[in-house]
């Protein structure tokens, strides 16, 4: 794993999971699809998520929402056709391809990628689980600083062990460089 990861994955949220095999696996495929910037991003979020889920005693896939953490973004990088939904939905078709490989069941295959294919809402939906949430959560407060009451002073600790100098002006160059309208979640799609 990069140096720059080493002071968060000594975390005890992140250090517990590292003899998962899924979440081994996506901290691998983490490495191999986003720039260093993003992908402490990323590790930072699902750890701003976990605290937040311990202070509120929220139960949660753990390991499925570091691997939702690990792909949520990797929609931003590479040259394949965004479509409808933009980076999101591009994000959370590569995190369901990753979940197949590894065997993963349908039901929580569909709860991951639903919570990658929202994070960019303003709001998560009314009807969103946990992961969805706690991902929402997550990414919000790592990038713009909202909710940092919920985990007050977390968000400033894990930048000091792994900083990002103008990551949000620099993500937000990137998500702007997607097209705003593609960036933009789709509708639902309804169930048949």
């Known amino acids: ?33 986003l720039p260093p910037q993003v992908a402490v991003h990323s590790l930072r979020a699902f750890l701003l998520a976990d605290a937040c889920a311990r202070s509120h005693g ?8 570091l691997a939702a953490a690990a792909f949520h973004d990797a929609g931003l990088v590479g040259r394949t056709p965004l479509g409808r939904g933009g980076f999101p939905c591009r994000s959370a078709q590569l995190l369901d391809h990753f979940l197949a490989r590894h065997r993963v069941g349908t039901a929580r295959r569909t709860t991951l990628t639903r919570a990658v294919r929202e994070h960019m809402r303003p709001f998560p ?17 790592d990038v713009t600083g909202r909710g940092e009451r919920h985990v007050p002073r977390e968000r400033r600790r894990l930048a000091g062990l792994a900083p990002t100098p103008w990551f949000a002006v ?23």
Not at 5 to 30: Q, V
Not at 58 to 65: E, F, K, P, Q
Not at 125 to 141: K, N, Q, Y
């Open 58 to 65: 929220t139960a949660y896939d753990r390991v499925g929402l």
């Open 1 to 33: 794993m990069p140096e720059a990861w080493h002071p968060l994955l000594g975390r005890p949220a992140l250090a517990e999971l590292l003899g998962h095999p899924l979440a081994g696996a996506a901290l691998k495929e983490m490495c191999l699809l």
């Open 125 to 141: 939906a009314r009807d969103a689980g946990p992961e969805a949430r706690l991902l929402h959560f997550g990414v919000w407060l």
């Open 170 to 192: 620099s993500f937000s160059a990137r998500v702007m460089a997607c097209g705003l309208r593609r960036v933009l979640p789709g509708p639902p799609v309804a169930r048949r």
